[in-house]
């Protein structure tokens, strides 16, 4: 099982960023996938989640301003950023449980400054 996020970079505030979630090594259809993201100093969050029939949540923070979508036969989660803060910024993870255990990929870096 394998997952690399990538698609971070540096955008100023209210700009936006697409992250991408490239998964391998399992059925990416039947797993929810998450977006979580971590800042320096504190606890890994979770952002949103999207389940295999396509059923979407979100961090409270998030709503109306992140979209998390999947491209199934590419076989990519992505998660849409619009109107970005500063407290978005922070290395973002995708993360699935497959066979009851959570695989997380390398983090992409956001930074969120003018």
């Known amino acids: 099982v394998q997952l690399q996020a990538s698609g971070g970079g540096l955008v100023q505030p209210g700009g936006s960023l697409r992250l991408s979630c490239a998964a391998s090594?399992?059925?990416?259809?039947?797993?929810?996938i998450g977006w979580f993201r971590q800042a320096p100093g504190k606890e890994r969050e979770l952002v949103a989640t999207i389940t295999p029939d396509g059923t979407t949540t979100y961090v409270d923070s998030t709503k109306g301003r992140f979209i998390i979508s999947r491209d199934n036969r590419r076989r990519l989660v992505y998660l849409q950023m619009n109107s970005l803060r500063p407290e978005d910024a922070g290395v973002y993870f995708c993360?699935?449980?497959?066979?009851?255990?959570?695989?997380w990929g390398q983090g992409t870096q956001v930074t969120v400054s003018s």
């Open positions: 993360k699935v449980k497959w066979r009851g255990l959570d695989w």
């Open positions: 090594g399992f059925t990416l259809e039947d797993y929810t």
